[in-house]
């Protein structure tokens, strides 16, 4: 009776652990401007565009490093070459090991122009527009959207005659779906275009990181069209307030929003909210 009584215990014990595990969440962390880091269920962590020395970082203020913060990662996804995309890869990628998902002409100029560490830049894991890839053990499928945008990449080692901008292959967005989580949409620099619409019937978007600074991409209110066709179940609002040319707020976007019915959270730079299967925790 006593081994059974044991094998009883055992057998809870193996449940409840499987039951946590099922019961993670899945993290989303806003440093500001188009900086992502995702987290899944199984603690596989995924930053995109990681400029985290953004001005709106709260853990870049006073001079601090925002790097302390980010002991793991990964992954890193890149939606193009511009400045306030790169950002911090290439410093991320050689203190975590971080392999690198992107284009393969931004790839190849960030390893030979900016020393992104190869090794961490010629896997499998470069990918084009309307491919979709397995990461994370098969935990998250990465899929490569099209974005209307330019892409180039920064040469710190230009000489006098050399262009300081190379070239960085195709913009892009991404769409993540993740196992036991949500699925999100990260849209880059767009533009809004009307095939959006396809991306909302391809995948279920649970999340859409939408840009709605303007000037570059996105107006609010084309950024409020973009998230009713992708058919985003809950918008939110990047790439904004960040630097002059992109200073609106997310009122706008919210008012559009609001008038066409679709949820809205604004998340604060630094702030991190969280997933349990599809549904958002409430704060
Ligand atoms: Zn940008």
Redesign the pocket.
């Known amino acids: 009776m006593k081994i059974f009584g044991l094998f009883a215990v055992l057998l809870l014990f193996a449940a409840s652990s499987v039951y946590r595990v099922s019961a993670q969440e899945t993290k989303l962390k806003w440093f500001g401007h188009?900086a992502f880091s995702i987290t899944t269920p199984k603690g596989k962590v995924l930053l995109i565009d990681p400029w985290l020395n953004n001005p709106l970082n709260p853990e870049a203020k006073d001079g601090k490093d925002p790097l302390i913060a980010v002991p793991k990662v990964d992954y890193i996804l890149l939606t193009h070459g511009?400045r306030?995309?790169v950002g911090d890869a290439v410093e991320i990628a050689r203190k975590t090991g971080a392999v690198l998902i992107c284009n393969p002409e931004l790839a190849g100029n960030l390893v030979k122009l900016a020393d992104f560490p190869e090794k961490q830049a010629q896997t499998d894991a470069i990918m084009g527009i309307g491919g979709e890839i397995q990461i994370a053990d098969g935990e998250v499928t990465v899929a490569m959207t099209p974005a209307v945008h330019s892409s180039s990449v920064f040469n710190p080692k230009a000489t006098a005659t050399e262009a300081e901008r190379a070239y960085g292959g195709n913009p892009a967005g991404f769409v993540l779906i993740i196992k036991n989580g949500p699925t999100i949409y990260h849209s880059g620099?767009t533009a809004y275009f009307k095939d959006m619409e396809t991306i909302g019937e391809q995948y279920k978007i649970d999340v859409a990181l939408l840009n709605i600074g303007g000037h570059?991409g996105m107006e609010p209110q084309m950024a409020a069209k973009a998230a009713q066709s992708v058919g985003a179940r809950l918008a939110i609002a990047q790439?904004y307030a960040t630097f002059p040319g992109i200073s609106v707020n997310a009122d706008g976007f919210a008012a559009e929003l609001k008038r066409l019915k679709i949820p809205f959270y604004e998340m604060k730079p630094g702030e991190t909210i969280s997933y349990r299967g599809k549904q958002m925790m409430k704060k």
Request: proline letters at 0%.
């Open positions: 188009a511009h306030d995309h620099d570059f790439h």
